[in-house]
C-alpha cells in the first residue's frame, strides 16, 4: 500500500476527547471535561426549527446560507460591536465556528506560511494550520499575564514568512479576555506587519465585565484584514445542531464560500431556520444562561483559591484553569489519578498547549450542585495528597 498523508498521520489525537472516552464508561463519575452548555436550546428556537419541517423547508440553501439568515447575523453584529458586513459579500453561513476556522485557513494560507498561534487555545488550531499547508508557530502565553497576549510576545514571533494570527478570547481553557486596551498594540502590529487575524469570538455573549466582549475587527484599519468567527452552540445552547457563521473581507469571505461549496455545499436547513429566531429573539436566554454561568463561575474562584489551587478570575467563556503547581505532579497524572482515585475528569492543561503544563481545564457548564460535589472531590483527593 502506498502511504497515506504524512501531515494527516502526524496529528496527535484531542487530549479533551481521551478523558470523556474514559468518563463515558464510568457510570458514577463526574465529567467536568466537555465544553458543551447544560441548558437545553431554548424552545422558541426548536420550535421554530420544527416548524421549518413542518413547512417542508428541508432543501439546500445558497451555499453562503439563507440570506434573512445573513441580514440579521450582520444587523446584530454591527449593532453591538460596531462592525459592519455586507450580508450578500461578506457573510458565511458554517457548520460550527470548527468548519469556519478550517475555511479560513485554507482560504488564508499558501504552503510554508506561518500561522501565529498564542497558546494555550483550542485544540484545532495548530492541525487545521497544518492542514492548510501553513508552520504553525506557537506562543506560550503566560499565567501571570492572566495568559493574554502582549505586543511583546507577539513581535518576537513575527518572521517575514508570518501570514495569520489566530486570537481566541474569550479563551477555551483559560476564560482570559482581551479588552480594546489589550488589542490596540496587537492589532498595529499586524497592520505593521501586513497579518491577516482569524478571530474566534465562540465566546463573545459570555463575557462578564462591564464592559462586555470588543471585537478586534472594530479597531480602525482592522475590519479589512480580520476574520471573525462565530456560532449558535455556546451563547444559544446550539451545539448539536452545528452552525456557525463567518464574517470577512469580501475576497476571503468569497474564497471560504468557494471552497465551503466543495466541501460541505451548505450549512443544515433547519438550523439556519431556528438560528433565525436565535439572532431576533434570543438575547434574554443568553442573558439567562449568562447569569447563571456568573454564578458558577464565582463560586469555582473561590472556592478554588480557598483551596490553594490558584486561579485567576476568568471573564468569560465558561472554563477555569487553576495550578495544580504545588502538587508535584504532571497535568497528566493530576487528571488520571483525579479520575481513578475520585471518579471526577477534568482536561490536563497541556492537552491545549505546552505553556498550559502544571494547569487543569474545568468547564463549569454544569449545575451548581454537581460542582459543590466535584469541589469536594478535588479538596478530598488534594488533602489525601498532602497526608
Not at 465529567?31 to 413542518?54: A, K, N, R
Request: glycine share 8%.
Amino acid at each position: 500500500m502506498r502511504d497515506v498523508s504524512i501531515i494527516a498521520d502526524s496529528i496527535k489525537p484531542s487530549g479533551i476527547r481521551k478523558f470523556f472516552d474514559i468518563v463515558s464508561e464510568m457510570p458514577d463519575a463526574i465529567s467536568l471535561g466537555v465544553g458543551e452548555p447544560d441548558f437545553e436550546t431554548p424552545w422558541h428556537i426548536v420550535d421554530e426549527g420544527i416548524y421549518s419541517l413542518e413547512k417542508g423547508k428541508t432543501f439546500y440553501t445558497s451555499n453562503s446560507g439563507l440570506m434573512e439568515l445573513r441580514q440579521e447575523l450582520t444587523r446584530w453584529y454591527g449593532q453591538k460591536y460596531n462592525v459592519n458586513y455586507a450580508p450578500n459579500k461578506e457573510c458565511l453561513i458554517t457548520v460550527g465556528g470548527s468548519e469556519g476556522i478550517d475555511l479560513a485557513l485554507r482560504a488564508l494560507i499558501n504552503s510554508g506560511d506561518e500561522v501565529i498561534i498564542p497558546e494555550p487555545c483550542y485544540v484545532s488550531y495548530v492541525p487545521c494550520a497544518a492542514l492548510a499547508g501553513g508552520v504553525p508557530v506557537t506562543i506560550d502565553l503566560k499565567n501571570e499575564n492572566q495568559f493574554k497576549l502582549t505586543a511583546g510576545e507577539l513581535e518576537a514571533a513575527i518572521t517575514e514568512k508570518t501570514k495569520v494570527l489566530i486570537l481566541s478570547f474569550p479563551n477555551n481553557p483559560t476564560g482570559a479576555v482581551m479588552t480594546r486596551e489589550d488589542l490596540l498594540p496587537i492589532a498595529e502590529l499586524c497592520k505593521k506587519h501586513d497579518i491577516y487575524v482569524i478571530s474566534d469570538e465562540i465566546y463573545s455573549e459570555l463575557t462578564y465585565s462591564e464592559q462586555g466582549h470588543f471585537s478586534i475587527g472594530a479597531l480602525p484599519g482592522m475590519k479589512e484584514r480580520t476574520i471573525i468567527i462565530n456560532g449558535f452552540s455556546k451563547a444559544y445552547a446550539m451545539t448539536g445542531w452545528r452552525l456557525g457563521y463567518a464574517l470577512a473581507p469580501e475576497k476571503v469571505a468569497g474564497l471560504m464560500t468557494k471552497i465551503h461549496q466543495f466541501c460541505i455545499m451548505c450549512a443544515p436547513t433547519t438550523s439556519q431556520y431556528a438560528a433565525i429566531e436565535a439572532v431576533k429573539n434570543g438575547d434574554k436566554d443568553i442573558a439567562v444562561m449568562k447569569k447563571s454561568y456568573d454564578e458558577r463561575r464565582r463560586f469555582l474562584f473561590k472556592r478554588l483559591n480557598d483551596m490553594g489551587m490558584p486561579a485567576f478570575e476568568p471573564m468569560g467563556a465558561f472554563y477555569i484553569f487553576p495550578s495544580i503547581k504545588r502538587t508535584g505532579l504532571s497535568s497528566d497524572d493530576f487528571a488520571t489519578r483525579l479520575l481513578r482515585e475520585e471518579k471526577l475528569a477534568v482536561v490536563p492543561g497541556n492537552a491545549f498547549g505546552t505553556s498550559g503544563e502544571g494547569f487543569i481545564r474545568i468547564s463549569y457548564a454544569y449545575s451548581i450542585d454537581r460542582l459543590r460535589e466535584a469541589m469536594d472531590r478535588i479538596e478530598h483527593f488534594i488533602t489525601n495528597m498532602s497526608q
